[in-house]
C-alpha cells in the first residue's frame, strides 16, 4: 500500500511538473537561481519548492547558469571594448612605469588580473628586440648574475629575471 501512495506522489509531481508553461518553469528557475549562489543550490531549491526531479532541475539550473554568465560576459567585453582608448592610455603609462611592473600597474587601474597578465605579457613581446639587447648586455657582466643586473639596471620584473637566471642554469648543466 505504501509503494502504491509514494509512486502516486511521484506520477502526480511528475505530471504537475510536465503541465507547468516554459514560462512558469523559467521563472521558477530564476528565482531559485536569484537566492542561491550555484548552480548545485538552485537545483535543490527547484526540488524542495517546486518538486522538480532532481536531475530536471539540475539540468535547468546548470543551463541558466551558463546562460547568465555568458550573457555578463558579453557585457563586460562590451564594455571593455567601448573603454579601449583609456585601456590603451593605461598600458602606455604602465609600459613606462619605473617599477617595471606592468600587470601590478594596471591592477592599480582596476583590471582583472587575467587582463592585466595578458596585457602585460603581451607588451613584453611587443619589447622582445629590446630585451634581447638587455640581456647581451647584462650577460656580459662578471661581478653579478644576469638576473640580478637585468632588474637593477633595466627594471625588470622579479620573474622574468629568475626565468632568465635559471635558463641561463639549465644551459650550463647541459652537456
Given at each position: 500500500m505504501r509503494w502504491m501512495k509514494w509512486s502516486s506522489v511521484a506520477l502526480c509531481?511528475?505530471?504537475?511538473?510536465?503541465?507547468?508553461?516554459?514560462?512558469?518553469?523559467?521563472?521558477?528557475?530564476?528565482?531559485?537561481?536569484?537566492?542561491?549562489i550555484d548552480a548545485k543550490g538552485a537545483a535543490q531549491c527547484l526540488v524542495a519548492q517546486y518538486r522538480w526531479n532532481l536531475h530536471t532541475a539540475t539540468l535547468a539550473a546548470?543551463?541558466?547558469?551558463?546562460?547568465?554568465?555568458?550573457?555578463?560576459?558579453?557585457?563586460?567585453?562590451?564594455?571593455?571594448r567601448i573603454e579601449g582608448p583609456r585601456?590603451?592610455?593605461e598600458v602606455?603609462?604602465?609600459?613606462?612605469?619605473?617599477?617595471?611592473?606592468v600587470?601590478?600597474?594596471?591592477?592599480?587601474?582596476?583590471?582583472?588580473d587575467a587582463r592585466a597578465i595578458a596585457?602585460?605579457?603581451?607588451?613584453?613581446?611587443?619589447?622582445?628586440?629590446k630585451h634581447r639587447d638587455e640581456l647581451a648586455r647584462c650577460a656580459h657582466v662578471r661581478d653579478m648574475q644576469a638576473g640580478a643586473c637585468l632588474q637593477?639596471?633595466?627594471?625588470?620584473?622579479?620573474?622574468?629575471?629568475?626565468?632568465?637566471?635559471?635558463?641561463?642554469?639549465?644551459?650550463?648543466?647541459r652537456p
Open positions: 509531481s511528475t505530471v504537475a511538473l510536465a503541465c507547468k508553461s516554459e514560462a512558469t518553469k523559467r521563472a521558477e528557475v530564476k528565482t531559485c537561481s536569484a537566492i542561491a546548470t543551463a541558466y547558469k551558463r546562460e547568465t554568465d555568458s550573457l555578463a560576459r558579453i557585457a563586460a567585453d562590451s564594455a571593455w585601456h590603451q592610455q602606455v603609462s604602465c609600459a613606462t612605469d619605473p617599477s617595471g611592473e600587470a601590478r600597474c594596471l591592477e592599480g587601474y582596476g583590471w582583472a596585457a602585460a605579457d603581451s607588451q613584453w613581446r611587443a619589447d622582445a628586440p637593477l639596471h633595466y627594471k625588470w620584473s622579479p620573474e622574468h629575471a629568475l626565468a632568465v637566471d635559471d635558463s641561463i642554469r639549465r644551459a650550463r648543466m
